[in-house]
């Protein structure tokens, strides 16, 4: 079965521009979570949906991010605009149903803002 | 709120050494605790995991040990290989649900 797939790997802008990153998640699984992880650092969650809902948005930074899940599959991420500080890997995971379950996580995409 | 500790931050060992990496926790609530690989530039990836009502889980070279009472679990890697180096992650689901990563282990293995 094919992992969770996210594009692009990696993303240079300029600060104040906008990004967005695209995830796909295992197919079949209803949960899907997009998580930040700083250099040296565990990643730290900043979404989670459950199908098309997102159930924990409590880390997301509300006035430069967004993100949907408009059909329950795919999900994207957008920042508008960019800050120096959100330089970082982007991971997105997906689990089969519920929080209990295993998280299976994509490559990333690592962002670079200039 | 729920906090992970983990240590080492880094650590060497020779190839066919042992290496344990140990993590705490405050959140007495927390019922399933993951460890993550994750090579460099790679996606984290679950080697094994443990849920509460154990307090001992193998797989081949690698074991997780859990202490509820005290609070922590351990990873063990036996016979460590030169593929073994990595950074490895211990997590712990809280009571909401939510995965919280500990801040990593940079763990290399000399041959």
Known sequence: ?114 | GENVEQHPSTLSVQEGDSAVIKCTYSDSASNYFPWYKQELGKRPQLIIDIRSNVGEKKDQRIAVTLNKTAKHFSLHITETQPEDSAVYFCALRNQGGKLIFGQGTELSVKP
């Open chain 1, 1 to 114: 079965e094919a992992g969770v797939v996210q594009s692009p790997r990696y993303k240079i802008i300029e600060k104040k521009q906008p990004v967005a990153f695209w995830c796909n998640p295992i197919s079949g699984h209803n949960t899907l979570y997009w998580y930040l992880q700083n250099l040296g650092q565990g990643p730290e969650l900043l979404i989670r949906y459950e199908n098309e809902e997102a159930v924990d948005d409590s880390q997301l930074p509300k006035d430069r991010f967004s993100a949907e899940r408009l059909k329950g599959v795919d999900s994207t991420l957008k920042i508008q605009p960019a800050e120096l500080g959100d330089s970082a890997v982007y991971l997105c995971a997906s689990s089969r149903g519920g929080q209990g379950d295993i998280q299976y996580f994509g490559a990333g995409t690592r962002l670079s803002v200039l």
